[in-house]
Antibody, heavy 116, light 106 residues
Framework: QVRLVESGGGVVQPGTSLRLSCAAS????????MNWVRQAPGKGLQWVAV????????YYEDSVRGRFTISRDNSKNLVYLQMDNLRYDDTGVYYC?????????WGQGTLVNVSS | SYNLIQPPSVSVSPGQTARITCSAD??????AYWYQQKSGQAPILIIY???ERPSGIPERFSGSSSGTTVTLTISGAQPEDEADYYC??????????FGGGTKLTV
C-alpha cells in the first residue's frame, strides 16, 4: 500500500535552516510528481512546492520562493524540502502528498516550530 | 496566482443536505478537488475532477460545477462528517492553490 512518512521537523530559531524528508513506498516513486503542503496552527492548507517526477521542473508558492528548495532522490524514494532563512510564519505541520488526479495520498506530517 | 473563495462555516442538522461552495474565475477552465480534514488528521481526497468520487468515499458525497463555482454536496450529513473541507485547483505546471477552508458543523 502507498505510504508517505515525513521526518526532520523540530524547533528552530528564525533565520536558521532545516531539511525535511519524505520517504515513499508502495508505488513507483519515479513515475509521480511530489508536493509539499503546510498548515499553520489553526489555519488552512497552503501549498508550498511541487517537483516533477524526474526532478526537471520545480515550482514554489510565492512566500517561500528563494528560501525553500524541493528536491528528490528517485534511487532512494525520497523527496526533500530544504528550508533556509526560516521565519516565524513558516511554523506549521508540513505534509508531503502524491498527486495523480488530486492529491490522493498524504503523509501524517512533521511539525516545524520557528521560535526564539 | 488566484484565490479560491469558500464560506468559513456551514451548519446543518443530522440528515440534512450540506452544500459547500468554492468560487474563482479559474474554475471555469480547471478542475476542482475536495478534501476532508478531521481534527488532528491529514486531509483525505473526497472528490476529484469536479465530480468524481474515489473508491471508499461514501456515496452521500458528491461534487458539481457550474461556471466559476464548484459545489460539494453532502446528502444526509452524518455527525461523523463534521470536519474542515478544502477545495483545491491546479494550473498546468501542477502548482496548487487551496481555498481557505469551510468548517462543517453537523
Amino acid at each position: 500500500q502507498v505510504r508517505l512518512v515525513e521526518s526532520g521537523g523540530g524547533v528552530v530559531q528564525p533565520g536558521t535552516s532545516l531539511r525535511l524528508s519524505c520517504a515513499a513506498s508502495g508505488f513507483i516513486f519515479s513515475d509521480f510528481a511530489m508536493n509539499w503542503v503546510r498548515q499553520a496552527p489553526g489555519k488552512g492548507l497552503q501549498w508550498v512546492a511541487v517537483i516533477w517526477y524526474d526532478g526537471s521542473q520545480k515550482y514554489y508558492e510565492d512566500s517561500v520562493r528563494g528560501r525553500f528548495t524541493i528536491s528528490r532522490d528517485n534511487s532512494k524514494n525520497l523527496v526533500y524540502l530544504q528550508m533556509d532563512n526560516l521565519r516565524y510564519d513558516d511554523t506549521g505541520v508540513y505534509y508531503c502528498a502524491r498527486p495523480t488526479s488530486g492529491l490522493d495520498y498524504w503523509g501524517q506530517g512533521t511539525l516545524v516550530n520557528v521560535s526564539s | 496566482s488566484y484565490n479560491l473563495i469558500q464560506p468559513p462555516s456551514v451548519s446543518v442538522s443530522p440528515g440534512q443536505t450540506a452544500r459547500i461552495t468554492c468560487s474563482a474565475d479559474v474554475l471555469s477552465k480547471q478542475f476542482a478537488y475536495w478534501y476532508q480534514q478531521k481534527s488532528g488528521q491529514a486531509p483525505i481526497l473526497i472528490i476529484y475532477k469536479d465530480s468524481e468520487r474515489p473508491s471508499g468515499i461514501p456515496e452521500r458525497f458528491s461534487g458539481s460545477s457550474s461556471g466559476t463555482t464548484v459545489t460539494l454536496t453532502i446528502s444526509g450529513a452524518q455527525p461523523e462528517d463534521e470536519a474542515d473541507y478544502y477545495c483545491q485547483s491546479a494550473d498546468n505546471t501542477a502548482s496548487c492553490v487551496f481555498g481557505g477552508g469551510t468548517k462543517l458543523t453537523v
